[in-house]
């Protein structure tokens, strides 16, 4: 079983950055793949970015692209997401998760996909 807990966000100024944290219990942790998503209410869970188990390799969505980055700390257990030039419609609930092998596609950006869910931390981003 896998514990996954998100901390670091807050209520930051557009323009302004934050950088979000996944911890998770369990060795078994740093060898699958994570993600990032986020949700607003009356809205599905939006992909945001996805990192794979090494950490080679990172996909983002369209709308975070140049300005979000996607890290792990093996070490640490720890997924990072670093927000940057952070806009008003960025403001969500983050969620971070973990998704369990087999992996037979490079992308999972789908919320299905994911076993692992942590509660989720609010970001709020005033204009």
């Known amino acids: 079983q896998v514990q996954v807990v998100e901390s670091g966000g807050g209520l930051v100024q557009a323009g302004g950055s934050l950088r979000l944290s996944c911890a998770a219990s369990g060795r078994t942790f740093s060898s699958y793949l994570t993600g990032w998503f986020r949700q607003v209410p009356g809205k599905e869970r939006e992909f945001v970015a996805q990192?794979?188990?090494?950490?080679?390799?990172?996909y983002y969505a369209d709308s975070v692209k140049g300005r979000f980055t996607i890290s792990r700390d093996l070490a640490k257990n720890t997924v990072y997401l670093q927000m940057n030039s952070l806009k008003p419609e960025d403001t969500a609930v983050y969620y971070c998760a973990a998704k369990t092998p087999p992996y037979y596609r490079s992308i999972y950006d789908s919320e299905r996909e994911y076993d692992y869910w942590g509660q989720g931390t609010q970001v709020t981003v005033s204009s």
């Open positions: 990192i794979t188990r090494t950490g080679g390799s990172t």
